[in-house]
């Protein structure tokens, strides 16, 4: 049962002392966070957009698609998008910090904890449940995130206007590249490819240390309740919700697992840069991908534990 808790672990602790590292940096004066939000920018318009390409362009779609396991997820999501949109303008008055809320609430660290988790349960390289529903979950998120903060904080109530100024976003884009060039089967040549994957591989170690630089625990003492309600919302409320009619309806093993990461990973840390760069408030933001990841080594370890003394998992 111990294998999902160091599953957890192992995907957290690095991201810990990428925060920490930043922290250092921020402390020693090698960077501070004025500096640091010129490339909070760089991040979001180029790094994510790369990382978000690769992570499409790399799913091997000939598994076949888990229909039934991507229906409900999209019906359950939807659900939950429609609540982030409504939900966190009850908890404050503040667009920046409920679009910020509702943002951290849809958006899980899907891909990170889901092959993760599920290496650690069923084997290396067993993680076809995972990349399927991965088809449906990444792009999904990044559009309902998109939506979130654009309509949170430009208060647009014309759909043209909002769908336009979604599409503009730079995630969106690139996870429109990406769709483009797997349906029309364009290769990428070596070198492209090459630098592709490897600005996609420091997206993540950028983005954890620029949020260790931002990172203020005075601010959060100062929005500790926004922040427990984020928290509360992503990490409690949307896989309590979830979880059972997943379970009642039928999925088990693989497939439940997928779904299990789907609502119960931590906030994707690209939710931060996203935040900075759009004139949301970073500082909630980093705040929330910082508690769930550090809260998921428990969460996920007990909806594991749960789910395997079950027989379902």
């Not at 590292?21 to 640091?36: K, L, N, Q, T």
């Not at 999209?74 to 949109?85: A, E, H, P, Q, S």
Request: with cysteine; glycine share 8%.
């Amino acid at each position: 049962m111990g294998e999902s808790f160091f599953a957890a672990l192992r995907v957290v602790c690095p991201m810990v002392i990428l925060m920490a590292i930043g922290w250092v940096c921020r402390i020693m004066g090698v960077i501070d966070r004025p500096a640091m939000k010129a490339y909070d920018r760089v991040i979001f318009k180029v790094f994510m957009p790369v990382l978000l390409f690769k992570n499409i362009y790399d799913m091997d779609f000939s598994q076949g698609f888990a229909y039934r396991e991507m229906m409900f997820t999209g019906i359950c999501m939807l659900v939950n998008f429609v609540c982030c949109l409504k939900l966190p303008r009850y908890l404050t008055n503040d667009p920046r910090k409920s679009s910020v809320i509702g943002q951290a609430v849809v958006r899980g660290n899907y891909i990170l904890f889901g092959v993760a988790v599920s290496e650690a349960l069923y084997g290396e390289g067993n993680i076809g449940a995972v990349v399927m529903l991965g088809v449906l979950v990444v792009p999904a998120i990044n559009v309902f995130s998109a939506i979130i903060l654009e309509s949170g904080l430009s208060g647009r109530s014309s759909p043209g206007k909002l769908i336009m100024a979604v599409l503009k976003n730079p995630m969106i884009v690139g996870a429109i590249f990406a769709f483009i060039f797997k349906a029309f089967t364009i290769p990428l040549p070596s070198p492209v490819h090459s630098v592709v994957r490897s600005v996609a591989n420091s997206t993540v170690t950028i983005s954890f240390i620029s949020l260790g630089v931002g990172l203020d625990m005075a601010d959060a003492v100062a929005d500790r309740r926004l922040l427990l309600w984020g928290i509360f919302l992503r990490m409690v409320v949307v896989p309590v919700v979830f979880m059972p009619l997943a379970i009642v309806s039928g999925f088990r093993d693989q497939s439940l697992c997928a779904i299990l990461v789907a609502f119960a990973a931590p906030s994707a840390v690209a939710s931060y840069p996203m935040a900075v760069a759009m004139g949301a408030d970073g500082q909630l933001a980093g705040q929330l991908v910082c508690m769930t990841t550090l809260i998921s080594i428990l969460t996920m370890f007990l909806w594991t534990l749960f789910l395997r003394s079950m027989g379902l998992m």
